[in-house]
């Protein structure tokens, strides 16, 4: 084999890699979408629950004074 064949094959070679890659790496970005995707639907879920926590906490509040209220008078 010459050494223009091994340069041949080695291109070759070098060309599947960076095919393989191009692959892996638009693979990986498109989980990264998706994930990212997630994370966002995560945090605004997280924060309609934290304010959907505060209001029964604000009405449990207004309930236990309106019930000491009550036993006072």
Known sequence: MDSLEQTG???????????KLLEQTQRLSEENRSLQ??????VAERAALVAKNDEARTKVEA???????????
């Open 37 to 42: 995707a997630r994370q966002d639907s995560l």
């Open 9 to 19: 094959k080695d291109l070759q070679r070098l060309e599947q890699q960076l095919r």
């Open 63 to 73: 309930m236990i004074h309106r019930l000491k209220a009550l036993e006072q008078s």
